[in-house]
């Protein structure tokens, strides 16, 4: 089920239908279990290494106060203020995450081409993007050992096991991607609301037992922290910045729910649920020090351990599903905006357009968590790689919304610079936290996001200068229809469909035909089919037909980044445009440049030689498109980069 909202940046929810509360309930509860699941799985772990992590402080009274204030203080300004309130502002009609938002700044960018900020926005943009596929990778590793560790506190006799468990679970949880979650993801928001009144029963039961370590609500301890610990104190901010990992994935899960069930799950569930627990493992602490080892788990009594173990793991595996759908949509939204070569994308529901699947991503995100598994071995180990490259992200995304703040929204500079101000001085004190586990593996989302950065950059510029290219082999149409003067080329029947990026010029495969075959088809169709830097584009905007002479018709078919454009439903639509043809007269010819790399001013020829492997590599246009492939007539040609 999908929001629409009204199409203006910041715009209210419009429903279809009554926007009943009853509706926002069960929208809210869908959000449980869709976009809460990274952040709430983060008691596992997150208290723990504050206290027992590469950084961690010790257990006093004292720390332990400070170390829950930071917690109350970071979730009440990070992700009540900044994202539910509002970064979810932003939204792409209707639609969230860092690419939608960096789409905006693109429609900017072509309002005022001359803005010299706006290359270095989008390029931050698409780093941002980048990072988020090392938090795909960690969030699933991390999640589901920590849950599993909790045989740990149990007895010692699975210690050899919690690996090959954990292990075994996350291969499931890759291996049915392919069924998609249309079947099982009813059941998400429902098991979720019990992990949340779980945590929050937890907390509660511990609370009550020591409520002065409500106090810690208070900012204060959170001062008197940093006052007495210094640069142990400020390091400790590592660790609490595990509590709101989660927000990025919330933003971009937006476009799901709308933004006013994803507040509504939140501000009633999700963060008193959240709170309770970590004062309960607080509590805990203050009468129990070495319950730090795992306070999440020593919370419950003993005959409850092995199904809150179960129930942990359920979580964990419903956080990671969450994560790895939102890195197939992101992948996919940067598909359709120039920044990834084709991949094959399966729909695995009918109903539901966003519920997609791309094996090769899937298979390259199993090998990466694998090896994290096997390499760090531990959720402690797992915990120093986590939190540089999100931190990195909701810096990204602060920068981004200031300028949508002050350009799309036309929000005053000295009301946008205070409020972004607040938050890149925490978040910036995240990342410098942060920054000091690059060395203890931090590297390893740098490294992805890096090498992602570059196959993103690569493939977009390689596009525009083989575009530019092409169009300076092309010639205009008009010139080419005028050169057949007394002379035309014989014309056969039925219908050729050529499709082409360039929607003014001619193809080159028209040309290569007449040169070769010294043909036309009776009827010749130029189709274009754009990507808009919009979420969706309206049915009664998606195709327009214009006759040309000669039994020329140019077709230009737009799509919306979150949509996959086809061929069937570019035809249908032309012939209730009046466009008439009968498929099985009809040819559709192709383009295929082999790319060959030159030292001529370009780009490195490194990247030329990159370009030219993802270009091989691609998915046909043929299986992208849903083009009949007995109708394909596919002209190759000699490109030199």
């Known amino acids: 089920m999908k929001a629409t909202t009204t199409g203006v940046p910041g715009g209210e929810d419009v429903k279809k239908g009554p926007d009943t509360f009853k509706r926002s309930a069960l929208l809210a509860l869908g959000a449980l279990g869709i976009v809460y699941g990274d952040i709430g799985t983060s008691p596992l772990y997150a208290l723990r290494e504050c206290f027992t992590g590469a950084h961690g402080i010790p257990p006093t009274p004292a720390n332990v106060l400070g170390v829950l204030s930071l917690i109350f203080w970071s979730l009440i300004i990070i992700v009540s203020v900044k994202y539910l309130l509002l970064v979810m502002k932003a939204d792409n009609r209707g639609e969230g995450g860092i690419l939608a938002m960096m789409a905006l700044v693109m429609q900017r960018q072509r309002a005022q081409p001359s803005h010299r900020a706006r290359p270095v926005l989008i390029t931050l943009g698409i780093f941002g993007a980048a990072l988020l596929y090392g938090d795909g990778i960690i969030t699933p590793a991390i999640t589901v050992l920590s849950a599993v560790e909790g045989l740990h506190v149990a007895t010692s006799v699975f210690d050899p096991y919690v690996i090959p468990i954990a292990l075994v679970i996350l291969v499931g949880l890759f291996l049915v991607q392919r069924h998609g979650t249309a079947d099982i993801g009813a059941v998400f928001g ?15 039961k511990e ?40 927000c990025e994935a919330l933003y971009a899960d937006m476009g799901h729910f709308g933004r006013k069930p994803i507040q509504l799950a939140w501000f009633s569930m999700v963060l008193p649920a959240l709170m309770l627990n970590y004062l309960g493992q607080g509590a805990l602490l203050l009468r129990d020090a070495s319950a730090a080892r795992n306070p999440f788990f020593l919370l419950a009594p003993s005959w409850l351990l092995y199904p809150l173990v179960a129930l942990a793991t359920v979580a964990g595996v419903i956080a990671s599903q969450a994560l790895i759908a939102g890195v197939f949509s992101l992948t996919r939204q940067a598909m359709q905006l120039g920044y990834s070569p084709r991949m094959e994308v399966v729909h695995t529901s009918a109903e539901e357009m966003g519920q997609i699947y791309l094996p090769g991503l899937n298979w390259a995100l199993l090998v990466g968590v694998v090896a994290l598994v096997l390499g760090f071995r531990s959720s402690s180990a797992l915990a120093s790689a986590y939190g540089i490259a999100v931190s990195t992200a909701m810096v990204i995304t602060t920068l981004m919304a200031y300028v949508v703040a002050r350009e799309l929204w036309g929000v005053r500079r000295w009301v946008a610079m205070p409020v972004v101000g607040l938050f890149l001085t925490v978040e910036l004190a995240f990342f410098g936290a942060n920054a000091v586990k690059v060395a203890d593996g931090g590297w390893f989302p740098l490294l992805m996001a890096v090498v992602v950065f570059t196959l993103m950059t690569t493939w977009k510029r390689g596009r525009d200068i083989l575009a530019a290219k092409l169009r300076a082999s092309s010639i205009p149409l008009k010139e080419l229809l005028g050169s057949f003067g007394d002379h035309p080329p014989v014309r056969v ?3 050729a469909i050529f499709m082409t990026g360039n929607a003014e010029g001619t193809p080159p495969a028209l040309l290569h035909n007449l040169k070769h075959n010294k043909v036309l088809h009776e009827q010749v169709v130029l189709l274009t089919i754009l990507s808009e830097e919009l979420p969706h584009v309206p049915h009664s905007e998606r195709v327009e037909v214009e006759p040309l002479e000669q039994g020329f018709v140019r077709v230009v078919a737009r799509y919306g980044f979150m949509e ?27 383009g295929r440049e082999t790319l060959i790399p030159t030292k001529r001013p370009g780009m490195a020829v490194w990247r030329e030689a990159l370009f ?8 046909s246009a043929t299986s992208y498109f849903r083009i009949p492939p007995n109708r394909v007539v596919e002209l190759g040609a000699q490109v030199e980069l």
Do not use: Y
């Not at 030219?612 to 998915?619: E, F, G, L, T, V």
């Open 493 to 495: 029947p039925g219908t």
């Open 190 to 204: 429902p098991v979720m609301c019990v992990w949340f009144l779980t945590l929050a029963g937890l907390g509660v």
């Open 207 to 246: 609370l009550v037992h020591n409520p002065a370590v409500l106090g810690a609500l208070s900012p204060w301890h959170a001062v008197e922290l940093f006052r007495h610990n210094h640069l142990h104190g400020f390091l400790v901010l590592g660790g609490v910045f595990l509590v709101v990992t989660g």
């Open 612 to 619: 030219a492997w993802m270009s091989r590599n691609a998915r």
């Open 564 to 590: 996959n454009p086809g061929i069937p439903d570019v035809l249908k639509r032309c012939r209730e445009k009046g466009l008439q043809f009968q498929l099985m007269g009809t040819s559709f010819f192709l």
